[in-house]
Nanobody
């Protein structure tokens, strides 16, 4: 199971840290992806991390502003979001897929375990 939390209302330029609490599996065996969906828009891959090799990937729209990390002891994955913009407003989801042995992916169709989302609203 996965549960995203930490969303809220923040002003432009502010920061938020999202958490993805996982249970029932070991993070080292899975890739965790972060996705977001704004009203009227398609789901977008934000970032991903594979604890097995430490590799991460970030979408162009968040590169340099967002950072994802894992805490295996807490079975939790984090998404630190800095320099937030109004266009970052969306429901954010975390998802999991069995680690494929290299890197990670932000292709949503490859993920088969999804948590409930958390709403992030960035005011201008």
């Amino acid at each position: 199971q996965l549960q995203a939390s930490g969303g809220g209302l923040v002003q432009t330029g502010g920061s938020l840290r999202l958490s993805c609490a996982t249970s029932g599996f070991s993070l080292v065996d899975y890739t965790i992806g972060w996705f977001r969906q704004a009203p009227g828009r398609e789901r977008e891959g934000v970032s991903c991390i594979s604890d097995g090799d430490g590799r991460t990937y970030y979408g162009d729209s968040v590169k340099g502003r967002f950072t994802t990390s894992t805490d295996s002891a807490r079975n939790t994955v984090y998404l630190q979001m800095n320099s937030l913009k109004p266009e970052d407003t969306a429901v954010y989801y975390c998802a999991a897929v069995v680690y494929q042995g290299w890197g990670c992916t932000t292709r949503a169709y490859e993920y088969n375990h999804w948590g409930q989302g958390t709403l992030v609203t960035v005011s201008s």
